[in-house]
C-alpha cells in the first residue's frame, strides 16, 4: 500500500514531523495529516529574539506564534515541541544578513533559512525522532518522475503563492524525505480547510516581512549587529566618475533604487538616475542613468542543481527568476570560460544585483539555482561585482 505521501505504510505507522511556524498553512497541513490518520508530530523553531535584534527591552521574542503553534496541536491531539534554534540561526542567517549588506549586496536571508536551518538541522531532528518525511506548510509541489521515479521540485499551483524561488537550494537527498502538501491549493483554498477544522489562525494575516525584521526596517537590524554599516561616503557617476552627492550608508541603497538618494539638481542636470551598483571596498554608491542598469548576464556561486542534465560549455535553454515576484524569463545557462556557471539572458533585465538569489527552470520544474556573485551591464562600461 501506497499512502498519500507516497509512503509503503498504513497512514497510522506513519510518522510525520510537521514544521509548525504558527501561520495558518503549516497548521492546515499538521491537522490535515493528523486527520487522515497519520502519526503528527508538530515541531516549532524559535529562532531568534526580537528584542535583541532591534535592541528594544520588552520585545516580542515570537511567542504569539509558538503559543499559536502549539495551541492547534494541544487541539487536534498531537504532539508538539518547541526547539531552541537561536543560535544556529544568528551564526547562519542574521550575522550573514548583515556583512551581506556591508559587501554592497541584496540578501535573501529565506533562502539560507531553508537551505542552513530548516531543511539541514530541523531535517536531521525529523530523522532522530523517527519520521518517515518532514512537511512544511510551503507552496510549492513534489512530483515523481514517471520515467526515473526520482523526486522532482515544481512550482506551485497558485502562482501567487508560489515559493519555489526560496527553495532552489533543495538537494535531492532532501527532496526525497520532505513533503508539500498545499502545492495544489490557493490560499483561499487553504483558509477555507482552517476555518473547516475550527481554526483560531483560520484568519491570521500573512507575514509579509523578513521574519527576524518585523517591521520591515532590515537597516535598522543591520546597523544593530554591525554599526560601522553607517559610515558615510560618496555618490559617484558611473560614467564619469562625478561626485553628486553623499550617501549615509551603503546598506541603505540598492541596485534599481531611484528614490531618496537626495541628489541635487545642479550636479544631475535634471537627468534621472538609479543606483547602478555599490561599491563596497570604497564605500562608494554608483549611480547612472537607466540604460546603465541593463544587464546581459550574471554568475552564479554554491550552485545547486536537480536536473539531471549536468551544466557543460553548451548553453542550455531554460527560465530563470532573480526575483521571487517576477515571473520566470527566458534565459541560458554554461560554464563560462573560467569555468563559472553563467547565466546570459535572452533580453537585458533591469535591478539584477549581486547577492539575490537566481532559480532556474524548465516549465514548472525547479531545476536549482545559485547566489550571484557579478553581473554583466551592456552599458556602465564595467561589470558589476560583488
Same mark, same amino acid.
Given at each position: 500500500? *501506497?499512502?498519500?505521501?507516497?509512503?509503503?505504510? /498504513?497512514?497510522?505507522?506513519? +510518522?510525520? &514531523?510537521?514544521?509548525?511556524?504558527?501561520?495558518?498553512?503549516?497548521?492546515?497541513?499538521?491537522v490535515m495529516?493528523?486527520?487522515?490518520?497519520? %502519526?503528527? &508530530?508538530?515541531?516549532?523553531?524559535?529562532?531568534?529574539? @526580537?528584542?535583541? &535584534?532591534?535592541?528594544?527591552?520588552?520585545?516580542?521574542?515570537a511567542g504569539q506564534d509558538i503559543y499559536d503553534a502549539k495551541r492547534v496541536a494541544d487541539e487536534h491531539g498531537f504532539a @508538539?515541541?518547541?526547539?531552541?534554534?537561536?543560535? +544556529?540561526?544568528?551564526?547562519?542567517?542574521?550575522?550573514?544578513?548583515a556583512d551581506s549588506y556591508l559587501k554592497g549586496e541584496t540578501p535573501i536571508p529565506c533562502v539560507r533559512c531553508n537551505q542552513e536551518v530548516k531543511f539541514k538541522d530541523l531535517l536531521d531532528t525529523a530523522r532522530d525522532l523517527g519520521?518517515?518525511?518532514?512537511?512544511?506548510? @510551503?507552496?510549492? +509541489?513534489?512530483? =515523481?518522475? /514517471?520515467?526515473?521515479?526520482?523526486?522532482?521540485?515544481?512550482?506551485?499551483?497558485?502562482?501567487?503563492?508560489?515559493?519555489?524561488?526560496?527553495?532552489?537550494?533543495?538537494?535531492?537527498?532532501?527532496?526525497?524525505?520532505l513533503r508539500f502538501p498545499l502545492g495544489g491549493n490557493t490560499k483561499d483554498v487553504t483558509r477555507q480547510m482552517a476555518q473547516s477544522y475550527g481554526m483560531r489562525v483560520a484568519d491570521k494575516p500573512d507575514s509579509?516581512?523578513?521574519?527576524?525584521?518585523? =517591521?520591515? %526596517?532590515?537597516?535598522?537590524? &543591520?546597523?544593530?549587529?554591525?554599526? /560601522?554599516?553607517?559610515?558615510?561616503?560618496? *555618490?559617484?557617476?558611473?560614467? %564619469?566618475g562625478r561626485v553628486l552627492g553623499t550617501h549615509i550608508g551603503i546598506i541603505n541603497y540598492t541596485v534599481g533604487q531611484r528614490r531618496g538618494l537626495r541628489?541635487?539638481?545642479?550636479?544631475?542636470?535634471?537627468?534621472?538616475?538609479?543606483?547602478?551598483? *555599490?561599491?563596497?571596498?570604497?564605500?562608494?554608491?554608483?549611480?547612472g542613468p537607466r540604460e546603465a542598469l541593463a544587464c546581459s548576464a550574471l554568475f552564479l556561486k554554491d550552485v545547486s542543481w536537480l536536473g539531471e542534465v549536468t551544466i557543460s560549455e553548451i548553453p542550455q535553454e531554460i527560465t530563470v527568476k532573480f526575483r521571487s515576484s517576477m515571473e520566470p524569463i527566458k534565459?541560458?545557462?554554461?560554464?563560462?570560460? %573560467? =569555468? +563559472?556557471?553563467?547565466v546570459t539572458f535572452d533580453e537585458p533585465q533591469y535591478g539584477v544585483s549581486p547577492g539575490q538569489a537566481c532559480a532556474c527552470y524548465c516549465g514548472t520544474r525547479v531545476l536549482g539555482g545559485g547566489w550571484?556573485?557579478?553581473?554583466?551591464?551592456?552599458?556602465?562600461?564595467?561589470?558589476?561585482?560583488?
Open positions: 500500500m *501506497i499512502n498519500s505521501l507516497g509512503i509503503a505504510k /498504513e497512514p497510522k505507522d506513519t +510518522r510525520v &514531523v510537521v514544521a509548525m511556524s504558527g501561520g495558518v498553512d503549516s497548521s492546515v497541513v499538521a495529516l493528523k486527520e487522515q490518520g497519520y %502519526d503528527v &508530530v508538530g515541531i516549532t523553531l524559535r529562532l531568534y529574539d @526580537h528584542g535583541e &535584534v532591534l535592541g528594544k527591552k520588552g520585545a516580542c521574542c @508538539h515541541y518547541v526547539l531552541d534554534y537561536e543560535s +544556529r540561526f544568528k551564526d547562519s542567517v542574521i550575522e550573514e544578513f519520521a518517515d518525511c518532514l512537511a512544511t506548510g @510551503h507552496y510549492i +509541489r513534489r512530483m =515523481n518522475d /514517471e520515467k526515473t521515479g526520482k523526486a522532482q521540485l515544481h512550482q506551485a499551483v497558485d502562482p501567487l503563492k508560489d515559493q519555489s524561488y526560496f527553495l532552489f537550494a533543495t538537494t535531492q537527498e532532501q527532496l526525497d524525505f509579509q516581512d523578513i521574519c527576524f525584521v518585523p =517591521n520591515g %526596517d532590515y537597516a535598522s537590524v &543591520v546597523t544593530k549587529i554591525r554599526p /560601522e554599516a553607517m559610515k558615510q561616503g560618496d *555618490i559617484v557617476h558611473c560614467y %564619469d541628489l541635487g539638481g545642479g550636479e544631475t542636470q535634471g537627468e534621472p538616475l538609479y543606483v547602478v551598483g *555599490i561599491d563596497a571596498p570604497n564605500n562608494r554608491v554608483l549611480v534565459a541560458f545557462v554554461m560554464l563560462s570560460a %573560467d =569555468n +563559472r556557471v553563467k550571484i556573485t557579478q553581473t554583466q551591464r551592456d552599458m556602465a562600461g564595467s561589470d558589476t561585482k560583488g
